[in-house]
């Protein structure tokens, strides 16, 4: 999980450290599928709780959270137990939360939380986002565009120019291994007008293999939420 905890610190822009409690429209997703977290509370203090579902096939609705000192903090709704955080930059307003398993012998919190500014650059509609998680090179193919990315590296794609009459385009992921590059997955997907892929590039922490999982989010990007 050291490669991910690196993403979390390099992905995030600069902080301008506040007291003050703001709402920022949360989406959240799981990349566990077998094992997501519980129903979650974000709470900002005694008197700001708010519902959260995380989902492992698809990005939840949006929920509003509270980030207070540019901090959004997570418990269980069990047992009030703390679960997470998320450190949000200061010119926010829309955020894509993706929760993965913290290590098992670790004294940290049982999830880390991966930030991704939703806005269209970085989700521009019928394209993707693509965010490297291992801790080597991967490259790429989605349709034309042909993309190296180092570790803690991001990038969103436009829609494919070039489709066939399904609207399909290639992908193909390789892994650095060895100092030998792999193929992880190779496929054929559908891009459309209103929908937006998430792939992600990681090591499976039980497994230790590198993997590529990919979402379907058929929502564009938020709206501020008001009074931010």
């Known amino acids: 999980m050291r490669s991910f905890?690196?993403?979390?610190l390099l992905l995030c822009p600069a902080l301008v450290h506040a007291d003050e409690v703001r709402k920022i429209a949360c989406r959240f997703l799981s990349l566990d599928s077998a094992a997501p977290p519980p129903p979650l509370l974000c709470v900002a203090d005694k008197t700001i709780e708010v519902p959260c579902t995380v989902y492992t096939n698809t990005l939840s609705p949006t929920a509003v959270c509270f980030a207070k000192s540019n901090i959004i903090s997570f418990i269980t709704a069990?047992?009030?137990q703390p679960a997470a955080t998320a450190t949000?930059?200061?010119?926010m307003t829309a955020a894509i939360l993706v929760f993965v398993a913290a290590a098992k012998d670790t004294?940290?919190?049982?999830?880390?939380?991966?930030?991704?500014?939703d806005t269209v650059k970085n989700f521009p509609d019928g394209g993707a986002f693509v965010a490297n998680?291992?801790?080597?090179?991967?490259?790429?193919?989605i349709g034309d565009s042909k993309i190296m990315l180092h570790p803690a590296g991001f990038h969103g794609f436009a829609c494919p120019e070039?489709?066939?009459?399904?609207?399909m385009a290639p992908v193909v992921f390789e892994f650095l291994q060895n100092d030998k590059w792999r193929t992880a997955s190779e496929s054929m997907l559908r891009f459309l007008p209103g929908m937006r892929y998430l792939i992600f590039a990681y090591v499976d922490p039980e497994s230790q293999r590198p993997r590529i999982v990919t979402f379907q989010d058929f929502r564009q990007s938020p709206k501020p939420p008001v009074g931010h």
């Open 5 to 8: 905890c690196l993403a979390v």
């Open 78 to 80: 069990s047992d009030r």
């Open 88 to 91: 949000i930059p200061a010119n």
């Open 107 to 117: 004294k940290a919190l049982p999830w880390r939380i991966f930030v991704i500014e």
């Open 133 to 141: 998680f291992h801790n080597q090179d991967i490259r790429f193919v």
């Open 162 to 167: 070039k489709r066939d009459n399904f609207n």
